[in-house]
């Protein structure tokens, strides 16, 4: 805080001096020892301290504070709220960019963000698969670290240990609904192996319009196997992959007219991805 008449900054819990916030150096203590109630503003205190004789290291500091301002005075203007930049920069003017970068934990760029983190995904979708690639959902495999009682068998093909790479899409149900789906749309070689695919989705296919039907139509089949793998824990009855492979396509046809309702580059997708079916 940039202080003026004192009004509007607090004095325990603003920053306001280059000693930080108040109350994290001296606790509750420090009202006592000041005389200063919690919930004054920097004008309260101004106004209200007295001089007084302290042993505290820190209430010593914060007495000189509130002498030094005594002593300057205090104006008419209102007090302005400052906002950390980069640099340790403080400005009046708030930017959300500058400011999300200073309060997040900083790491390396994932090289699969783009196959993941697109304009025309749709959000739920996107998440889930963003926690799939960070290996964060809760398969069979990473239950077992938790509880060495709970069920680790694949709930889609009961045959293997249920692991990230085994259900997207090693297991015989999770790749036919995904080969089923994609069809004809990558071409030959069409790979089931986790690591190959998010390689290929951040290479793209041939085209814009393909590229985005791919990388929609993976996010997609993921949400719908880890919700059919869900369903199926609590009793529901299993879908065929068939039956689930009309409802992808459904889906996805139904994103398109969506997109080609808004306009832009995608009016040729509906054709493309017919031509694969």
């Known amino acids: 805080m940039e202080v ?34 919690l919930n004054a503003s920097i004008k309260v205190a101004v106004h209200s301290y007295r001089r007084r004789r302290h042993r505290n290291p820190f209430t010593k500091q914060i007495a000189q504070e509130i002498t030094r301002l005594q002593e300057l005075g205090l ?42 983190w697109f304009k025309e995904a749709t959000p739920k979708y996107a998440f889930l698969t963003w926690l799939a690639a960070l290996n964060r959902l809760s398969t069979g495999d990473r239950l077992l670290k938790w509880n060495p009682q709970a069920t680790s068998t694949c709930w889609l093909c009961s045959t293997a240990v249920e692991t990230r790479d085994h259900l997207f899409f090693e297991c015989r149900y999770s790749e036919e609904v995904w080969r089923g789906t ?17 390689q290929r989705l951040v ?26 793998r869900n369903t199926r824990r609590v009793g529901e009855p299993p879908k065929p992959p068939t039956h689930l492979i009309r409802l992808l396509d459904k889906s996805i046809r139904n994103r398109i007219t969506a997109l080609q309702k808004t306009g832009g580059r995608y009016d040729k997708a509906m054709e493309i991805w017919f031509g694969s079916r």
């Open 75 to 116: 104006s008419h203007e209102q007090d302005v709220c400052l906002w950390k930049r980069e640099n340790d920069e403080f400005k009046p003017g708030f930017l959300t960019s500058q400011t999300w970068n200073l309060i997040r934990m900083h790491a390396p760029q994932a090289v699969w963000w783009k196959g993941i």
């Open 182 to 198: 994609v069809k004809k749309l990558v071409g030959n070689g069409l790979s089931a192996k986790w690591s190959m695919l998010m």
């Open 203 to 228: 290479r793209g296919l041939k085209d814009k319009t393909s590229t985005f039907l791919f990388r929609y139509c993976f996010q997609v089949v993921v949400y719908a196997l880890w919700f059919e």
């Open 4 to 37: 003026h008449n004192g009004e509007m900054t607090s004095f325990w819990f603003d920053r306001w001096s280059q000693l930080g916030v108040l109350i994290n150096l001296t606790g509750e203590r420090g009202c006592i020892d000041l005389g200063i109630p």
